[in-house]
């Protein structure tokens, strides 16, 4: 593993830190066994940093990384979590929410403390309500460690937290579509020549740049002499920035963590060559021409009132263009409520507006919804919707009693 150095305490962190934000899930909640194995596998390979949030996995992360953190983990790797801005209200919510935190992660001390998603207007409120002397108490207190925020604001937002503090850390969305997106390659520069060191999240653009990739964009990382997954170009962009300390990574399979493991043990800082990011530009013309909705998944527009599944949405969506293959069928099915029962489709939106505020990306939600609902829905998609229900819900039950009475008559051989 590779370690890079923290610039205001001198603490050695490991290029790969684990986030906690996408942990592996079984029926809706977390695996526990399944990420534990995965988190000490990460440990034991040389990471020694976690990163968790009070909302993340329906604020069972910071529990859940409490709980496993025993039998002497806890002293191998650093917490950072964040204070969930937007439900601060007075001093005392910062008091008590950093409590809250302690107790669930089961530590006396967090060793990096942000503040979650500034925004100009929530950086705005928390400086009103005393944010700073809350840290500055929290860190006498022995409560935590560092300081630092997290910010999906644009540059000149960026710029102006920057300014306001010393802090020890920042975190921000950096990948190789971001250069010029949030903060950027110009925040990153910046923060890291006020000696903040800068931690990266969403490398993978939510899991867009990795995994299943358009044709042309494979084609051209295949034309390289080096085999490499499109994950691992990826990682490696962002490590190859000497400005970056530590990339978080979500993390939920094995296969996932080893490549990350070797990307992050390999690549020192200015190590891509001239041809290898001219590769970067051709791909990020691809992704550019393709690309719908600049959606990462993240989830934080969710519960919607509505029911509407905003993410998938914009996923199936997505999903039509970069691959030229029509999802209204399998919308139909799982949006629709055909196939899963759960009707979440962007149709149901009325357009209240209240995920748009907490988009990071300042997507015009509705408006996008709009748009999904006007290409996979169509006319009529209530009636459809009926329609195929009619259709697939007695088929479905006709084969569970099929498959009943099949299973009984099985048993009734086997006995007799
Ligand atoms: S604007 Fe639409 S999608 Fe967003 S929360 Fe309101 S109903 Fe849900
Ligand atoms: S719409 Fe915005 S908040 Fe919702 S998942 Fe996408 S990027 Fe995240």
């Not at 002497?72 to 910062?94: F, H, N, Q």
């Not at 400086?127 to 006498?140: I, P």
């Not at 996923?315 to 970069?322: E, I, L």
């Amino acid at each position: 593993m590779q370690y890079r150095k923290i610039e205001k305490n001198g603490e050695e962190i490991s290029a790969l830190g684990y986030g906690a934000m996408r942990l592996p899930t079984k029926n809706g909640r977390i695996d526990k066994e399944e990420a534990k194995k995965q988190i000490y596998y990460a440990i034991d390979q040389g990471v020694n940093i976690i990163d968790t949030a009070f909302p993340y996995h329906g604020g069972a992360s910071e529990s859940f990384i409490g709980e496993i953190l025993t039998d002497g983990y806890r002293e191998k790797v650093k917490i950072m979590t964040k204070m969930p801005s937007w439900s601060v209200k007075k001093y005392e919510d910062m008091e008590r929410y950093l409590e809250i935190q302690l107790e669930k992660l089961q530590t006396d001390c967090i060793d990096y403390y942000l503040v979650h998603t500034l925004t100009k207007k929530s950086f705005q409120k928390l400086k009103e309500l005393g944010v700073f002397q809350f840290l500055e108490d929290a860190q006498d207190k022995g409560q935590i460690k560092n300081i630092g925020f997290s910010s999906h604001g644009n540059l000149e937002i960026f710029k102006e937290i920057v300014d306001s503090y010393q802090w020890d850390v920042c975190l921000i969305q950096y990948n190789y579509m971001d250069e010029k997106n949030q903060a950027g390659t110009e925040g990153l520069e910046y923060a890291y020549s006020k000696g903040i060191s800068v931690f990266i999240m969403e490398p993978l653009k939510g899991g867009l740049l990795a995994g299943q990739v358009p044709d042309k964009a494979l084609e051209i990382w295949e034309e390289s002499e080096t085999e490499r997954s499109p994950a691992d170009w990826a990682l490696r962009w962002v490590l190859n920035h000497p400005e970056v300390t530590c990339v978080f990574s979500g993390m939920n399979h094995e296969d996932q963590i080893k490549e990350n493991l070797k990307v992050a043990g390999e690549v020192s800082p200015n190590s891509l060559t001239e041809e290898e990011l001219r590769r970067y530009d051709r791909v990020k013309e691809v992704y550019r021409n393709l690309m719908k909705i600049d959606c990462t998944g993240c989830g934080y527009c969710m519960p919607c009132p509505r029911g509407v599944d905003i993410p998938r949405c914009f996923n199936y969506y997505n999903h039509q263009y970069m691959f030229d293959e029509s999802q209204s069928f399998i919308y139909l099915g799982q949006l629709g409520g055909v196939l899963s029962g759960q009707e979440a489709y962007a149709g149901l939106c009325t357009e209240c507006g209240k995920c748009v505020r907490a988009c990071p990306q300042k997507l015009e939600i509705p408006e996008l919804l709009g748009t999904v609902s006007q290409e996979l829905e169509g006319r009529g998609f209530k009636y459809k919707i009926k329609i195929g229900k009619s259709i697939i819900l007695p088929l479905f039950d006709g084969f569970i009693s099929f498959s009943s009475r099949f299973s009984r008559t099985d048993k009734t051989r086997k006995s007799s």
